[in-house]
C-alpha cells in the first residue's frame, strides 16, 4: 500500500501553481519516505540521501529536432464495448466532436494537433455525448490519452461558475504537474481556471486555514493534497461533474492509491450523484480490471489485449552482462560513446540506492548525467524534470517515479539497469524483496519502455540482464507481452546495429 503522501511528499511546485503548493506540508520538515511509489529504498541504511546533478559542462546542449508530423500505427489494436442505446460514432476529425471554437483554437494553435488520434476518435464520442456515461479506457502508451480527458474537462467546464467542476487525480506530483500544463495550453482561449493540487514546499507553506477556498475551475493534483484540502474544507467537490483517474489502474490498485482514490471517489459521489468517472491506463491488469468494473457503473470501455500493447516502433533488445560492472560499462563505453547520435535516454533503476550508485558512477568517469527519485526535495526534482524537458540534460537516470505517463517525445532511448519488481508489503514477501523469488512487474515495464517512442516515434530499448535470475524475469516479460525482445552481444558493432535497426542511428 503506498503512503498517501509519498509520491510528492516534500516540497514545492515552482510553476505557477505556486499558490496551491502553499497547502499542505508543515514548514518545517522535509520527510525522507519510507518508500514512494515507484521508488523503493533499499532495505541497508543510508541511501536516502542525496544525488545531487552533475555540472552540465560536458554535455552539449541538444538541439531537438521536431520531427514531421506523426501518425500512430494504424495498427492500434482497440476494442470498445458499449452499453445502452446511446450510439456512439467514432470522430475523424476534431470539428465532428462539437468543440468550442476556443477549444479548437488551442488544438490547432497551441497544441499543433492536426487529427484526433485513435483512442482520440473512439473515446471523446462516448466522453463528450450526454449521458455522460463512466468510461474505463485503455490506450497504448504515448497514444494521447491526456488530450482525451482534458477535452473532456474543458468541454464540461461551465466557464461562468467559478467553482471546482473537473477533478484529475494523478500517481506523481510530476504527472500532475505535467497534465496541468497540457490543460493550460489546450484551454488557453477558454478562459477555464485551473490549479495543481500538490504537496507545499516550506518555503511557499500557507496554513490550510489561512487560505481562502479554491474556486479553480479544474482542479489537477495527487491524492493525498486533493483528499486533504476536501477534508479541509477548502475544496468544494458539490459542482463537480467530471472525475479523471489517470494511471486508474495504478491509482484503484491494492498496492497503489485505492483508498484516497475510493475516499475522494465516494465523497464526490455524495455531494454529485451524477459525476462522470473516467480511468485511463496503458495497463489493466486482470485483478484491478475486475475490480474497477466494481467500482464504477453503468460504464464503456476501452481495451486492448495485453500482447498487442507492446509498441511497434520501440524495439526491445537485451546484453547479457556477466556482472553489476559490466552493466555500466555497457552504459558508458557501448552508448555514451555514440554520444550526439542518441536522443535523450532514460536509465530506469529500482532503487533510490542504484540510481545513487550509477550517478556517482557515471559522473566519476566523466559523464554528465542527471538523477531523479523520490527522495530528493521537490525543488530539486522540480529542476531535474525542467533541465531535461528543455533539453538541457540528456541522460536521466530515475527510479520508477518516472515510469508512468512521463512524455517526452525527444526520448529515443530508454535503458533497464534492472527490471521493474512486483511490490509485496506482507512482511514474509518483504524478506524477498528483490531476491529471487520476486516476480517482475510486467505493467511498470510495459510504462517504463513507453517512455521512448511517444505517439509513434521511433524508440530503442536496452535491457541489461546479469545472472540466471533476470535472464528468467526477461523470459517472463517476454511470454506475457509475446514481446520479442532481441539479445544483442556486447560489441561496438552488435549494439550499432541494433540501434540502426530501431531507426536511432
Ligand atoms: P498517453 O496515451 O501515454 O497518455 P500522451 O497523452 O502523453 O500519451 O500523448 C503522447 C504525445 O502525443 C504527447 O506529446 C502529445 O502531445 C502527442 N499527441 C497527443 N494527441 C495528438 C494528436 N492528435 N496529434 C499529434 N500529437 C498528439
Ligand atoms: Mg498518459
Not at 479506457?137 to 473532456?152: D, E, I, Y
Not at 514477501?429 to 531476491?435: I, P
Request: charge should be negative; hydrophobic fraction near 35%; include cysteine.
Amino acid at each position: 500500500m503506498a503512503d498517501p503522501a509519498a509520491p510528492d511528499s516534500t516540497t514545492s511546485n515552482a510553476s505557477s501553481a505556486a499558490s496551491a503548493d502553499a497547502a499542505t506540508t508543515p514548514p518545517v520538515v522535509t520527510p525522507v519516505p519510507k518508500r514512494a511509489w515507484g521508488d523503493e529504498e533499499d532495505d541497508d541504511v543510508g541511501d536516502a540521501g542525496d544525488s545531487s546533478s552533475a555540472p552540465s559542462e560536458y554535455m552539449e546542449s541538444l538541439k531537438i529536432q521536431d520531427e514531421k508530423t506523426l501518425e500512430e500505427p494504424e495498427d492500434s489494436n482497440i476494442t470498445a464495448v458499449t452499453t445502452g442505446d446511446t450510439p456512439y460514432s467514432s470522430a475523424s476529425t476534431f470539428e465532428d466532436l462539437n468543440l468550442s471554437p476556443e477549444i479548437l483554437k488551442g488544438l490547432y494553435v497551441e497544441m499543433k494537433f492536426q487529427k484526433p488520434s485513435k483512442i482520440q476518435a473512439i473515446s471523446l464520442p462516448m466522453i463528450l455525448t450526454p449521458p455522460y456515461k463512466d468510461l474505463i479506457a485503455q490506450a497504448h502508451n504515448g497514444s494521447g490519452k491526456t488530450t482525451c480527458f482534458v477535452l473532456g474537462m474543458l468541454s464540461r467546464v461551465d466557464v461562468n461558475l467559478k467553482a471546482p467542476q473537473a477533478f484529475c487525480i494523478c500517481p506523481t506530483r510530476e504527472l500532475a504537474m505535467q497534465n496541468i500544463e497540457v490543460l493550460k495550453k489546450m484551454g488557453k482561449y477558454t478562459g477555464i481556471t485551473s490549479e495543481c493540487a500538490v504537496p507545499a514546499d516550506s518555503a511557499n507553506y500557507v496554513p490550510m486555514s489561512k487560505r481562502p477556498p479554491i474556486t479553480a475551475q479544474v482542479v489537477i493534483g495527487t491524492p493525498g493534497t486533493i483528499k486533504k484540502w476536501m477534508s479541509s474544507r477548502k475544496l468544494g467537490v458539490s459542482c463537480v461533474k467530471i472525475l479523471v483517474f489517470d494511471e486508474a489502474d495504478h491509482m484503484l490498485s491494492e498496492d497503489g492509491f485505492r483508498d484516497d482514490s475510493l475516499r475522494i471517489m465516494r465523497d464526490i459521489e455524495k455531494s454529485s450523484p451524477h459525476c462522470q468517472v473516467l480511468l485511463f491506463s496503458a495497463t489493466f491488469d486482470e485483478t484491478v480490471k475486475n475490480f474497477v468494473s466494481r467500482v464504477v457503473k453503468d460504464y464503456n470501455q476501452l481495451f486492448v489485449k495485453k500482447e498487442e500493447l507492446s509498441l511497434e516502433g520501440v524495439k526491445q533488445y537485451k546484453v547479457i552482462c556477466p556482472d553489476e560492472l559490466a552493466k555500466i560499462r555497457v552504459i558508458k563505453d557501448r552508448i555514451f560513446e555514440l554520444g550526439e547520435k542518441l536522443g535523450q535516454t532514460i536509465i530506469f533503476v529500482r532503487t533510490r540506492n542504484s540510481a545513487s550508485m550509477l550517478h556517482k558512477a557515471l559522473v566519476d568517469y566523466g559523464y554528465d548525467v542527471t538523477t531523479i527519485q523520490g527522495a530528493l526535495t521537490t525543488e530539486h526534482r522540480d529542476k531535474i524534470i525542467k533541465e531535461f524537458k528543455d533539453g538541457l540534460t540528456k541522460v536521466l537516470i530515475s527510479t520508477d517515479l518516472l515510469s508512468r505517463g512521463f512524455d517526452q517525445q525527444q526520448v529515443n532511448l530508454v535503458i533497464n539497469y534492472d527490471l521493474p519488481l512486483k511490490y509485496e508489503s506482507s512482511s514474509e514477501a518483504m524478506k524477498f524483496r528483490s531476491s529471487s523469488q520476486s516476480e517482475p512487474n510486467y505493467e511498470v515495464y510495459l510504462h517504463r519502455i513507453g517512455r521512448a517512442g511517444r505517439f509513434g516515434r521511433k524508440g530503442a530499448v536496452f535491457n541489461l540482464l546479469c545472472g540466471d535470475v533476470e535472464m528468467m524475469r526477461m523470459d517472463k516479460i517476454q511470454n506475457h507481452f509475446n514481446s520479442e525482445v532481441t539479445e544483442v552481444r556486447d560489441s561496438d558493432e552488435d549494439i550499432q546495429a541494433a540501434l540502426k535497426t530501431a531507426g536511432l542511428l
